[in-house]
């Protein structure tokens, strides 16, 4: 599957953003989704992740409570809702997707990347 990652810009701290991450193909819905981060110098970090029917949904203890994963197969889209967000929060967004039948957060489970978009929250 082939992604395409949208929707990241600049925003004042406390503001919001909607991610968007668009799938190519027929089976979008055979796959588990999830949202990771890099930061400068930082190691790219697991955000959350949705299901392949979206029912179950997790996420990283730093996002949990602001922000919100969703998909809509009928559109080949899984977005990431982004609410209370912090300058600490300013990376390249990534999606990506796995073929993994249960709940995993591990970088080397997600076989598809999107090419990331940069969010940047000024203080």
């Known amino acids: 599957v082939q992604l395409q990652a949208s929707g990241g810009g600049l925003v004042q701290a406390g503001g919001s953003l909607r991610l968007s991450c668009a799938a190519s193909g027929r089976t979008f819905s055979s796959y588990a989704m999830g949202w990771f981060r890099q930061a400068p110098g930082k190691e790219r970090e697991f955000l959350a992740g949705i299901s392949r029917s979206g029912i179950t949904t997790w996420y990283a203890s730093s996002v949990k409570g602001r922000f919100t994963i969703s998909r809509d197969n009928a559109k080949n889209t899984v977005y990431l809702q982004m609410n209370s967000l912090k300058p600490e929060d300013t990376a390249v967004y990534y999606c990506?997707?796995?073929?993994?039948?249960?709940?995993?957060?591990?970088?080397?489970?997600?076989?598809?990347w999107g090419q990331g978009t940069q969010v940047t929250v000024s203080s």
């Open positions: 990506a997707a796995s073929t993994k039948a249960i709940a995993t957060i591990a970088l080397a489970d997600f076989g598809s």
